[in-house]
């Protein structure tokens, strides 16, 4: 056998037997189909090999008892207080909030042990804060879960006030505020009656299919004692604000009360019998009825002119002076907002103090008065003068998007389509 030959039988029996037994063709073609699984990731963490708990910060717990209980050093809390000052103080954590913890078993010398790597704190349904133990390292991070808007319309008609109708209806809660914010210059929330109703067309926050709030108010009309008033968005001096459907601004000079949530528990009258000295004598403001501590906010934009004890009767009192010769005040209160002193320049909607029950009363209210040129007139009659309308440079423009608005409020197909953000926040332009 000559040399050619005998080399071509070795590389022959090389190809056959391998090197090493290497492996069959179906064993190649096994090692080609295995399918290889992607890690999972809960809060941006691989949750492989991790036992994880959910669990909800009781009152007076703090974060080293928290952490302590499950195996972190006071050295380890108090680098990781150091590390979160900046990012989430650890004081910002409040009782009833979940958390949830990342614990990994491992064996050593001595025995099985579990050791925390990380816990996820829940500012809100939405927001959440990973604090991380990994090795020696601290690590504070900040997250969101994703969160899915649903656009969704509703309509109907109040029964009894318009909180209870929104439980009724199984409607989210946050929508009453929402209408209370919108048209808090327009309707008297405290005059609701059996019959008014109301549209709404808005988006839903929905997190692995539970909802969470809601976004954007797309639009609303709000029928109130035989009159309807229209809710549409759109931006002008690049400010987001709701018009009338006439592009009258829903915002006035004054807002229709100082404080929500409340009841009405004695107008303005002439002759009304007093709670406390029992004589009838005149009673220059509106009552609002409301728990002690409730916020009381300025109607106006002002300058304080009087805060501190009322002789009169009034206990803890501020009074404010706002354009146009007008004057308010805002009786019993339990304290004042911080800032607030004689002098104070105060917006519209400004915090200024809360509800209580000093001086002259019977219990938690909010005596609320209005004087022109010093003359004490009925708050509830009011009359208001409205902000700067839709110009005319941007007129066509919203009526375009008032008219989709109030197609999709009426369930009608809407010609162009929905409105989205970038129609209610057009270009700007100039008169």
Not at 204 to 225: L, N, P
Not at 364 to 391: C, V, W, Y
Request: glycine share 10%; proline share 4%.
């Amino acid at each position: 056998m000559n040399i050619i030959k005998q080399i071509s039988i070795l590389l022959l029996a090389f190809t056959v037997v391998g090197c090493g037994g290497g492996s069959t063709e179906k064993e190649s073609e096994n090692i080609v189909n295995e399918e290889v699984v992607a890690p999972t990731y809960l809060y941006g963490i691989d949750i492989e090999g991790y036992e994880i708990v959910n669990d909800t910060v009781r009152m007076g717990e703090t974060v080293g008892g928290i952490l302590g209980r499950r195996g972190v050093s006071a050295v380890t809390v108090d680098r990781l207080d150091k590390a979160s000052k900046d990012i989430f103080p650890l004081r910002k954590i409040r009782a009833d909030n979940a958390y949830t913890t990342f614990t990994r078993s491992y064996i050593d010398s001595v025995g099985e042990h579990s050791k925390l790597d990380y816990i996820v704190y829940h500012k809100n349904a939405i927001d959440y804060v990973v604090f991380g133990f990994v090795g020696d390292s601290i690590s504070v991070t900040l997250g969101s879960r994703p969160v899915e808007l649903i656009r969704k319309r509703c309509e109907a008609s109040i029964t009894s006030s318009l909180w209870g109708t929104i439980m009724e209806q199984n409607l989210p809660y946050a929508l009453a505020a929402e209408f209370e914010d919108i048209y808090q210059w327009t309707v008297d929330f405290f005059g609701i009656q059996a019959g008014d109703s109301f549209k709404v067309v808005y988006d839903e926050k929905m997190v692995d299919g539970e909802s969470v709030g809601i976004g954007r108010i797309w639009g609303a009309e709000f029928c109130h004692g035989g009159k309807q008033y229209y809710a549409v968005p759109f931006a002008q001096d690049g400010k987001l604000r709701y018009w009338e459907a006439n592009g009258e601004s829903l915002r006035k000079q004054f807002l229709k009360a100082p404080l929500k949530y409340t009841r009405i528990s004695s107008k303005f009258s002439k002759s009304r019998l007093h709670p406390v000295h029992k004589v009838y004598r005149p009673h220059h403001g509106v009552d609002y009825a409301a728990p002690a501590g409730t916020p009381v906010h300025s109607v106006a934009d002002g300058t304080v002119i009087f805060r501190g004890w009322d002789k009169g009767g009034g206990g803890n009192t501020i009074k404010i002076k706002h354009a146009g010769n007008l004057e308010t005040g805002y009786l019993h209160l339990k304290s004042f907002a911080k800032g607030i002193s004689v002098g104070t320049r105060v917006s519209q909607g400004q915090l200024i103090g809360y509800v209580g029950s000093t001086g002259a009363s019977t219990g938690p209210h909010l005596d609320f008065r209005i004087k022109k040129n010093g003359t004490p007139i009925d708050p509830l009659k009011m009359p208001q003068e409205p902000a700067e309308p839709i110009s005319s440079a941007n007129m066509a423009t919203f009526e375009a998007v008032r008219d989709r608005i109030i197609a999709e409020l009426d369930g009608k197909d809407v010609e162009g389509g929905i409105i989205t953000e970038e129609d209610i926040f057009p270009t700007p332009k100039s008169e």
